[in-house]
């Protein structure tokens, strides 16, 4: 039986930790990959699964790092296209076609690459198991395999997953507990906007995220932000500058909507904004501010994709609402932060001060913010203080059509 010893004198010994060289990727891992540990990257069809993987495998052979790429569903070929749709292929970069556990297996031991990633492991095959090629028996005796031969040979592993159109997660859900590291990558299939987050991270922070988008040549980079940041003003109701907090950052957001009267039982669609959030808030502004919504039509969503779903956006959805609802421009140079009640107040939100620093960067020259709050002053902003939505909407209301 093995003494226990004081946890003050273990050595800590996490592994070393990998920039992959994509920035929005490193920020999201807290550094980088763990080397000797296993990281699981899934989401939708489409969604830019390979070529996050790619950009992060071609970076690091570009530094000089041997980097494996286990295709175990498209050809060599069609790997070797898509790796040049990124530029050009450094030379430490290879691939093998194999949907065998067994050669992935021998290929990490024998060749003991920095990185390895697997596409898809949906696709791995274990001879010795039964269950056919994506069986959750088949996947998760797959990823156990590989996740000890990462951990011996000291190689960070990266498996990617499938995930349907309904989110439940194909085969790999069974390998949430088998990994240490899960990551998302998020996104409409019709917009650019890609969102990555680490929902598991045993080595560091959950919640952080990183932000891209899907151009010709590959997945671009946003350190900045969000891809359509509140600019000069469109001059149409329901239309509002808020700003989202989403892991440590703090996002410049436009909120829109729309108020349409309704042919038959009224439709309320929120899109990249919380439909609860959305209920809430058109009846607040109902029975607390006196702005008509039974028979309308209501939708609302951010523009340029990005998700707004925390509360310290209401008061600029509930704004612009009451916008669209009675027709009146909100001015572009105003900014508007603060979680809605009940009872119709505006309570303060996380994070307050870093949200105003991100508007007055982007150009904000007003913000709404609760009464009460504790504010750091931020130079060239007006703070307008709101103690109930009601006033939000008298203070943003100074152009009429
Ligand atoms: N060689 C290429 N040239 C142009 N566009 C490409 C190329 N390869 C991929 N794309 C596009 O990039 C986007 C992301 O593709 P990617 O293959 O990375 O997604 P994925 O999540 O791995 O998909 P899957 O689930 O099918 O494996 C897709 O819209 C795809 O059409
Ligand atoms: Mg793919």
């Known amino acids: 039986m093995p003494a226990p010893t004081p946890i003050l004198a273990t050595r800590i ?15 999201v891992l807290g550094g980088g990959l763990v080397a000797g540990s296993t990281t699981l990257l899934f989401g939708e069809p489409g969604v830019g699964k390979s070529t996050l993987a790619l950009q992060a495998m071609r970076s690091l052979a570009m530094a000089g790092s041997v980097v494996v790429l286990v295709a175990a569903e498209e050809s060599a070929a069609q790997v070797a296209r898509r790796a040049r749709r990124l530029g050009p292929v450094p030379a430490d970069l290879a691939v093998v076609a194999t949907n065998d556990v067994s050669t992935a ?9 920095t990185l390895v990633v697997v596409d898809s492991v949906s696709a791995l095959r274990d001879e010795g198991m039964s269950g056919s090629s994506g069986s959750v028996n088949q996947v ?13 040979t000291d190689t960070a592993l990266v498996l990617i997953g499938h995930v349907t159109k309904d989110g439940e997660l194909a085969g790999p859900r069974a390998l ?7 990551l998302r990558i998020e996104g409409d299939r019709h917009g650019s906007l890609r969102v990555v987050r680490a929902l598991k991270h045993r080595f560091g922070p959950t919640g952080e995220v990183g932000l891209f988008e899907m151009v010709a040549d590959g997945l671009r980079e ?70 008509e919504l039974g028979g309308s039509d209501v939708f609302a969503t951010t523009a340029g994709g990005l998700p707004a779903v925390e509360p310290g956006v209401d008061a600029a959805l509930a704004l612009a609402i009451a916008s669209a ?21 505006l309570r303060p939100v996380s994070g307050l001060n870093r949200r105003l620093t991100e508007v007055r960067r ?40």
């Open 13 to 27: 010994d996490d592994g070393l930790t990998l920039p992959t060289g994509v920035g929005e990727l490193d920020r």
């Open 105 to 113: 297996e021998q290929v990490i031991e024998r060749y003991r690459p």
């Open 140 to 152: 998760r005796a797959a990823a156990e395999r590989l996740c000890a031969v990462a951990k011996a």
């Open 176 to 182: 949430e507990h088998v990994v240490d590291t899960v």
């Open 222 to 291: 946003l350190p900045d932000g969000s891809l359509n940041p509140p600019g000069p003003g469109l001059d149409v109701p329901g239309v509002v500058w808020s700003v989202t907090n989403d892991g440590s950052r703090s996002l410049s957001v436009e909120i829109q909507a729309l108020v349409a009267s309704s042919t038959g039982s009224p439709r309320r669609v929120a899109h990249q904004v919380s439909s609860q959030r959305l209920a809430l808030l058109l009846a607040v502004l109902e029975a607390r501010c006196g702005v």
């Open 325 to 345: 609802a009675v027709g009146f421009v909100v001015p572009a140079n105003l900014a508007v932060v603060g979680e809605v009640g009940l009872a119709g107040e």
């Open 362 to 401: 982007r150009g904000a020259e007003r913000v709404v913010v609760p009464a009460g709050s504790a504010l750091e002053s931020v130079a060239g902003l007006d703070l307008i203080e709101c103690r109930r939505l009601v006033d939000v909407i008298e203070a943003a209301q100074p152009v009429t059509v």
